[in-house]
């Protein structure tokens, strides 16, 4: 038992220091090629944050542990917006711009209720929902950046260019494909041997993905979050956030219901009913829902929100380990 729970826990630490690098060297050689900050933002380094929950999904797939597959997305999403972006706004709150927020936040809800209209009527995932999620995810890009093009406005910081000039090519281009290597192996460690504590502890495959794994995966984002909020950029955190729940939905489960269409696991019920339909999806919908309402349309972030939210997320991962 002891073996596993080393291997997790480096599996942790590889895809924490994976997508730091993956990041860094692809905003390098972005800037090097003289890409708008902004697009640089929406694309290159939310996919970077979400990298994490990619490998770890797709690989699950794969190996056919749907309930990993299927939990980290919906966790991940729990996760960012229940306590990453909640410390951000307890500790931080403030102004949003409401015009940021709109495109990446509509287009979350378009795709989560889609997302769980097919868990609740279907049941399960086909190999052509997965290939729709992953067009949903290039034209959400290709959108972004035509938005960002023709609303330069909407650009809120460039403030790490400074971090890239003295860096070589030679040793970003190292970086991204050390960072990506690193995400991959430590994405195995973390399914492999996220499955074997999961069976020696009687702990089904989902509650481990909606917890554990989805709170490992989503570090980045964490990462990201406390150092925009030591840079007095609380509010910057906010875009990544939702991005990233979009990308968890449009792009991890995209990827890994093309690789291995699954059906929605039933490990656990409450009342005969899949507890994933009663408590899960629903979770996954309300924190955004009280996530992004009041900004948008406010246009500000409330410390009541973060407090909420954090609560919220205590009592969802308690009640997965003793229900």
């Known amino acids: 038992m002891l073996v596993p729970i080393l291997l997790f826990l480096l599996g942790f ?18 800037h090097r090629f003289h890409l708008p900050e902004i697009l640089i933002g929406a694309t290159v380094v939310s996919i ?20 990993i597959s299927y939990g ?22 403030g102004k949003v711009n409401k015009k ?25 995932f086909e190999r052509y929902m997965g290939i729709i999620f992953l067009c949903a995810f290039v034209v959400y890009l290709i959108i972004s950046a035509l938005q960002m093009k023709k609303n330069p406005e909407l650009s809120e910081d460039g403030g790490e260019e400074e971090n890239q000039k003295e860096r070589a090519l030679w040793l970003d281009i190292v970086l991204l494909v050390v960072g990506a290597a690193a995400i991959a192996v430590g994405a195995r460690l973390l399914v492999d041997n996220g499955t074997k504590i999961a069976s020696a502890l009687g702990v089904p495959d989902s509650v481990i993905g909606l917890t554990m794994i989805a709170l490992g995966t989503s570090l980045p984002e964490l990462i990201t979050a406390i150092t925009s909020l030591l840079k007095g950029h609380g509010a910057l955190s906010l875009g990544n956030v939702i991005g990233a729940n979009l990308f968890n939905i449009i792009l991890v489960s995209g990827m890994a219901i093309t ?32 996530l992004c309402v009041p900004p948008l349309v406010t246009g500000k972030l409330k410390r009541w929100q973060g407090i909420m939210l954090l609560a919220i997320y205590a009592g969802f991962t308690v009640y997965q380990f003793v229900s």
Do not use: H
């Not at 991940?76 to 709150?93: E, G, R, W």
């Open 13 to 30: 630490a590889l895809l924490i220091k994976g997508g730091d690098w993956f990041v860094d060297g692809s905003v390098g050689i972005a």
């Open 48 to 67: 970077g944050t979400t990298l994490p929950e990619v490998m770890v999904s797709s690989q699950a797939a794969a190996l056919g542990n749907a309930g």
């Open 72 to 93: 980290n997305a919906i966790g991940s999403i729990i996760c960012n917006t229940s306590l990453i972006a909640a410390i951000t706004v307890t500790f931080k709150p």
């Open 100 to 124: 940021s927020l709109l495109l990446p936040a509509g287009f979350f809800f378009a795709a989560a209720v889609v997302y769980a209209c097919i868990s609740w009527f279907k049941g399960g």
């Open 259 to 290: 690789i291995s269409p699954f059906r929605v696991p039933a490990e656990k019920t409450i009342n005969g009913m899949n507890s994933s339909f009663v408590i899960d999806l629903p979770v996954m919908l309300g924190v955004m829902l009280l």
